[in-house]
């Protein structure tokens, strides 16, 4: 009588989850499983938009992207806040130097006599120390320069430079006013 009864392959094409053993039960719930995931996956891809930015350096192609995020209600936390700390101290000295030395060359007069002293200080800061020429300035060093660049962005002569940055190359410059306005308002408790 055992002759008549389907053999185990035909019974699995019939009835495929009745005959499997329990690894081939468990490997076949895993196989679901792993679709289903690549399924979702497949999904989300056709939906992913890629940008290509192309762009000299200093164009602002990162500063987009950080904007984007930004505006999409992706903020930074507080761990990438402190890793871009030391980049924008960075760019707040070297953009200040900039302003001085273009303040100069366009010989516009200080609004306060006084700040010519702070001005040489930012003159003097050290851009090809190790740390300052691969862009980060660590916190001790920019608060010594925090009274002078304070001093020197409420100066008539710097505002004027500063106005007139279509006619020098001011290292983003539109990061550069808003890093500003971060610093000095972290920095004054406004």
């Known amino acids: ?31 679901k499983e792993i679709d289903k995931c690549l399924s979702r996956e497949k999904t989300y891809v056709k939906r992913l938009v890629k940008i290509l930015l192309l762009g000299a350096g200093e ?12 505006i999409h209600g992706q903020d930074f936390d507080q761990r990438a806040r402190e890793e871009f700390r030391p980049t924008i101290y960075s760019n707040v000295i070297k953009g200040m130097r900039v302003l001085v030395d273009a303040r100069e060359k366009l010989h516009i007069p200080w609004g306060d006599n006084s700040n010519q002293v702070n001005g040489d200080k930012m003159m003097a800061f050290d851009t090809r ?62």
């Open 1 to 31: 009588m055992a002759d008549f009864l389907p053999s185990r392959s035909v019974l699995s094409v019939c009835f495929p989850g009745c005959v499997l053993t329990s690894g081939e039960a468990e490997q076949q719930r895993k196989s």
């Open 59 to 70: 164009s602002g192609k990162s500063t987009f992207l950080k904007q984007m995020r930004i």
């Open 129 to 190: 120390s190790p740390s300052a020429s691969q862009g980060m300035v660590e916190t001790q060093v920019f608060l010594q320069y925090l009274p002078a660049i304070r001093a020197l962005w409420a100066d008539s002569g710097i505002q004027n430079a500063y106005d007139r940055r279509r006619e020098f190359q001011l290292v983003r410059d539109l990061v550069f006013l808003h890093c500003c306005y971060f610093i000095l308002m972290t920095f004054t408790g406004s």
